[in-house]
């Protein structure tokens, strides 16, 4: 039975709901309905690099979506994604065969395809927002790697748009929902005061980026470069950039400012975005940002309205320093000084955030009763544009005031650097 794109929303709605109040009663005929044919979401992959081939393993796993496309402008990365697929399916029939899997050089035809309920995006940075923006015009639900966004300006472009269209969209900083429940146990100590006042917070991430200026080399037959590039600007081909075939290292793409935010937007997305959950700053942000002095890339100021300093700098992860205490939180490990403030467990009646432990998950359930997921657009629009005051702050030694509202600086060759026009051929105008 096919559904056309608002139908079928409303009829996986319907079906979670169903399902729901079905468990206690009849949990088999529950399990039958959230795995029938019909109420599986049906998903496409854009981009099968490192973080791509990563979720579609994630995502095969699940049997209420099934993977019914998957794109990619490198031969050897789209055809294996491609396998993957098949295989992974034709393990569950009985005959050992399946052939529903359809692989695409580019993305804008597999969002022609009115049975795809939703996307997972993983190309590189620079290439998130216009493909974001045409799936949710598309009717299409959005899951899209971090850091979000490539401009400021770009990203309420994107936030915009997803809120036209209603889109469920999740952005990927799972340390929100992942690792044990550490960062959100300190965005809750964090909030509900266990550090006394808090004064400054530390992020321990990688520099900001550089000019690209990779040499050419010969293009494979096999890459779709000027897909790679998008609204980029042309420069030839490096490997350094779209590395061939099934490499096992993340690209250094994100090193350089025509295409990513360098290290320091790429974990900044992670721990800034931590950060500016326990400040409660979800939908704003600092209101001015100070450089280092000396051209060093390391030690730049965000300020607060409310006075909290936060750093660009020290250990990875993020340090919360307060009158009453310390707070460190990474991947590995959460600790406290004094060791009572983790210790003592929250009340009923102190403040919680949005509860997750699966980031995948979360946006899944969301996409069935369209409610909004943990990072949803607006998040990780914030989150990222942390990351793009730094930078363009370090780019021009200045110290600048920013209006988190209007999203506008009080410096006009600041306010230059809030967008970057697309090359010929692309567009951000979704008619």
């Not at 022609?112 to 949710?136: L, Y």
Request: charged content about 25%; glycine content about 10%; some cysteine.
């Amino acid at each position: 039975m096919a559904f056309p794109r608002l139908h079928r929303r409303r009829f996986l709605k319907t079906s979670a709901a169903l399902s729901s109040s079905l468990i206690l009663s009849d949990p088999a005929r529950a399990m039958s309905l959230t795995t029938s044919a019909n109420d599986r979401i049906n998903l496409g992959f854009i981009g099968i690099g490192m973080m791509g081939r990563s979720h579609l393993n994630a995502f095969l796993g699940q049997d209420d979506v099934q993977v019914v496309a998957v794109c990619d402008i490198e031969g050897i990365r789209r055809d294996n994604a491609h396998k993957q697929v098949e295989s992974r399916y034709a393990e569950r029939t009985k005959s050992g065969l399946y052939q529903g899997c359809t692989a695409y050089v580019d993305f804008r035809e597999l969002l022609q395809r009115e049975d795809i309920d939703a996307v997972v995006i993983a190309t590189p940075d620079h290439m998130h927002v216009i493909p974001c923006m045409m799936a949710a015009t598309a009717g299409k639900d959005v899951y899209c790697e971090k850091p979000l966004t490539h401009s400021i300006h770009e990203g309420r472009m994107l936030v915009d748009c997803v809120r036209k269209y209603e889109t469920v969209f999740q952005t990927g900083s799972q340390q929100r929902s992942e690792f044990g429940g550490k960062f959100r146990v300190a965005a809750e100590l964090v909030r509900n005061g266990r550090l006394g006042e808090l004064k400054t917070v530390r992020v321990g991430v990688g520099a900001p980026p550089i000019s690209c200026d990779l040499p050419a080399e010969d293009m494979p037959d096999n890459v779709n470069w000027d897909l790679w590039l998008g609204p980029a600007a042309y420069r030839p081909y490096s490997e350094i950039l779209c590395p061939k075939g099934m490499h096992k290292h993340f690209p250094a793409f994100r090193k350089y400012q025509e295409f990513a935010g360098g290290g320091l937007a790429d974990m900044g997305a992670h721990h800034f975005d931590i950060a500016q959950w326990a400040l409660g700053m979800d939908e704003s942000g600092p209101v001015k940002i100070t450089p280092p002095a000396g051209g060093s890339t390391s030690g730049l100021k965000f300020t607060y309205a409310n006075g909290v300093e936060m750093f660009h700098g020290g250990p990875s992860g993020c340090t919360f320093e307060g009158t009453e205490g310390t707070l460190y939180v990474d991947r590995g490990q959460i600790k406290s000084d004094p060791g009572t403030i983790l210790e003592t467990p929250l009340g009923n009646a102190d403040q919680r955030v949005y509860f997750s432990d699966n980031h995948k998950r979360n946006w899944i359930e969301c996409i069935r009763t369209r409610k909004r997921p943990i990072c949803d657009v607006e998040v990780g629009h914030r989150s990222a544009s942390i990351c793009h005051l730094a930078n363009i702050s370090y780019r021009l030694g200045e110290t600048l005031a920013w209006n988190p509202t209007t999203e506008r600086f009080d410096s006009t060759e600041a306010n230059a650097l809030l967008f970057r026009e697309p090359r010929d051929g692309w567009t951000y105008d979704m008619g």
